[in-house]
């Protein structure tokens, strides 16, 4: 089974932006991620090393040391306009999708999994209790 342990290092290094790059995705709608939406970001990062499924562990690892690296030079990097950050950043996750199709198709599977409930919670880095509490399902217009 071919994971993250047995690929080239330059694909290392382009696959440990993937958390980087889906968090930056989760917040096109304001442009650009403020300070809370980075700590939570590197947060889920921290907490993926422990809380994901085996097959991930050592990708999570690698990817919290370089995490706020990662997402500082990227977020400056990209186009600050909504409609090109946002091309940008698919273009570089196809890139991304490229490598994955060089790995087992389970170990894809899982990063693919985990990488979409990233963007989750993410995306939901503003949200308080008090709007859990009041709101506990999403509610299109209201929580959402």
Known sequence: MKTFSEIPEKE???LLQFPA???????THDHE??????????????IKT?????????FYKAAELVFRENIETLDRQLPKTKTE???????????IENILKNVDPG???ALHRSMRSYKSHI??????????????????????
């Not at 991620?33 to 921290?46: F, S």
């Not at 950050?85 to 890139?95: F, K």
Request: glycine fraction near 2%; hydrophobic fraction near 45%.
């Open 12 to 14: 290392k290094t382009l």
């Open 21 to 27: 790059y889906i968090s930056l995705l989760a917040v």
């Open 33 to 46: 991620m403020d300070k809370e939406e980075k700590n939570m970001a590197a947060w889920l990062t921290h």
């Open 50 to 58: 422990f809380s994901t499924d085996p097959l991930l562990h050592t």
């Open 85 to 95: 950050r946002d091309i940008a950043i698919r273009s570089a996750l196809n890139v």
């Open 107 to 109: 170990y894809a599977a």
């Open 123 to 144: 995306s939901r880095a503003h949200r308080n209790i008090l709007e859990y509490f009041v709101f506990p399902m999403p509610i299109k217009g209201i929580s959402d």
